[in-house]
Nanobody, 127 residues
């Protein structure tokens, strides 16, 4: 397994942007597909986006498609989530997760498929 640490959350006005980072430990980062999930207060954790091991394919849930971009830098063992045009409904704790299987597939929204999780970073969007 890899150890994951998120950063980059914060407080932002609606319409603004944030870039989340997730740093992974270990030398096998490139073998893991990566995903971002979020959990809003009083709600279940939900899938946001994922990316294949190579970074060649990505997938987004409908509510963020066109606003968020997931990317990765395997040389730096880091995955990113660029979030633009943020809205109050994007307020949540954001988690990155690593998936050792199905590395060439995207749209893997079931959190049970992910092996490792970060501690989360808070994103708050105010209107």
């Amino acid at each position: 397994q890899v150890q994951l640490v998120e950063s980059g959350g914060g407080l932002v006005q609606a319409g603004g942007s944030l870039r989340l980072s997730c740093a992974a430990s270990g030398r096998t980062f490139s073998r893991y597909a990566m995903g971002w999930f979020r959990q809003a207060p009083g709600k279940e954790r939900e899938f946001v986006a994922d990316i294949t091991t190579s970074g060649g394919r990505t997938y987004y849930t409908d509510s963020v498609a066109g606003r968020f971009t997931i990317s990765r830098d395997n040389a730096r063992n880091t995955v990113f989530l660029q979030m633009n045009r943020l809205q109050p409904e994007d307020t949540a704790v954001y988690y990155c997760a690593a998936r050792s299987g199905l590395g060439s597939l995207v749209g893997r929204a079931y959190d049970g498929e992910y092996d490792s999780w970060g501690q989360g970073t808070q994103v708050t969007v105010y209107s």
